[in-house]
């Protein structure tokens, strides 16, 4: 951003930290059930810094957290693993899933929800000219039938919460 340099990594001792320009400006630390965790998507806008992570607990099971300027937001508390994180202005996107859904999240609230019996979760998203860009991995939609093993590309514009197929890459 700028001169500066945003890079997202684990320190010497495993915790997730974000670091500008090298040094270490923020240490993700996560409670004493934490078994590993890891930074899977950062997005700095304005002097804001957004990060979403992935944690495995010590009962087995995954958790997503949203991160920003290094402190964790308890919106997301039923997100088992969160992926993307996008900003548009005042509006905060987060794409992931629950163990029931793929689920893109604007301002901590479900905006599109998929319901799923697979690992189906949205992986990626971006916003470009008021459209919102998305990607969804291992399920794919054609009238109504859902195919698994795709990367879904869907689009749409970001006023309205009417998503479009856009393409399928296996």
Same mark, same amino acid.
């Given at each position: ?55 495995? %607990? !010590?009962? *087995?099971? /995954?958790?997503?957290?949203?991160? =920003? ?8 508390? $039923? ?37 799923? %019996? !697979?690992? *189906?979760? /949205?992986?990626?998203?971006?916003? =470009? ?8 991995? $291992? ?32």
């Amino acid at each position: 951003v700028g001169d500066d340099i945003y890079v997202a990594g684990l320190n010497e001792t495993g915790i997730p930290v974000i670091k500008k320009n090298d040094e270490v400006l923020y240490t993700l630390e996560f409670d004493q059930q934490c078994m590993g965790s890891s930074v899977s998507s950062m997005t700095v806008h304005g002097d804001d810094v957004y990060a979403t992570t992935i944690y495995l %607990t !010590s009962s *087995g099971g /995954f958790y997503g957290k949203l991160w =920003i300027n290094g402190v964790a937001s308890q919106d997301y508390a $039923d997100a088992t693993e969160l992926y993307a994180v996008c900003v548009d202005g005042d509006d905060v996107y987060v794409a992931g899933g629950t163990n029931e859904a793929a689920v893109i999240w604007k301002n901590a609230e479900p905006y599109y929800v998929y319901p799923t %019996t !697979s690992t *189906g979760l /949205f992986v990626d998203i971006e916003i =470009i000219r008021n459209f919102l860009y998305l990607v969804c991995n $291992d399920f794919l939609i054609v009238s109504s039938v859902v195919y698994h093993g795709y990367n879904s590309y869907w689009i749409a514009p970001t006023e309205r919460k009417g998503f479009q197929y856009l393409r399928t890459k296996e």
